[in-house]
């Protein structure tokens, strides 16, 4: 069985190879745990939100999987639920805070999903980061625009677009430092991005409450 090798920590083929990039996905689960006990608090939108916590336990699922036993249909189970949770994310935020009709939300996935695919032929850039780089975009934008209009979820969506800019630059790196320090940095990329997901879906889930307050369907007295 072939095995992919393209973490500075990965220590020898097989499982657990790569102990601490493997067990640092645990923080993917505490993530979720966070948002999915927030929608409890939620209205009409609770089955979107907890979507949301279950693809972010996803993610820590497949990334667990692939740096354990670090094979290329396990690569598949890493990449994946990422690239789900981006659409289903950008979706709900079209529809249900921008208003966007189904066609327009749908043509913003297929614009979305074309720069990804365009920045993936691109691997040796930046360590393979280069394809989170319109998902990083979006959010600093998203972070712009609430902040800028006082939207409810401004400081969680400023949150996530700042440390998914650190978690970025620690992804992108691991591979240079590995001459001098073994452990490489990708382990902070799980530890920074889980927080990156679950203050996005936080911020989101928010923003939706917001209205959903407003409209009458929770209590004034719960808040963000």
Not at 1 to 22: D, K, S
Not at 165 to 194: E, K
Request: a neutral charge.
């Amino acid at each position: 069985m072939a095995y992919i090798h393209l973490y500075c920590e990965r220590l020898a083929p097989g499982l657990l190879g790569e102990p601490v990039n493997t067990l640092t996905n645990l923080a993917f689960f505490a993530a979720a745990w966070l948002v999915w006990h927030r929608t409890e608090q939620a209205g009409a939108w609770r089955n979107r939100s907890r979507l949301l916590a279950g693809l972010i336990a996803l993610i820590g699922a497949g990334s667990f999987t692939f740096h354990a036993v670090a094979t290329t249909w396990a690569e598949w189970l890493d990449e994946l639920p990422i690239l789900l949770f981006q659409l289903v994310f950008l979706w709900c935020y079209g529809r249900d805070v921008l208003g966007f009709r189904r066609v327009v939300a749908g043509l913003g996935l297929v614009v979305f999903l074309a720069l990804v695919v365009q920045a993936g032929h691109y691997p040796a850039l930046l360590n393979g980061s280069l394809a989170y780089f319109p998902a990083l975009l979006v959010l600093l934008g998203i972070g712009a625009y609430h902040g800028l209009t006082q939207r409810a979820g401004a400081r969680l969506f400023l949150a996530a677009g700042g440390v998914f800019v650190v978690s970025v630059f620690f992804r992108s790196i691991d591979m240079a430092v590995c001459p001098s320090f073994t452990l490489g940095t990708h382990f902070l990329w799980h530890l920074l991005n889980a927080a990156v997901l679950g203050l996005s879906a936080l911020g989101l889930l928010d923003n939706v409450m917001e209205e959903e307050r407003k409209l009458g369907l929770i209590p004034d007295e719960v808040r963000a």
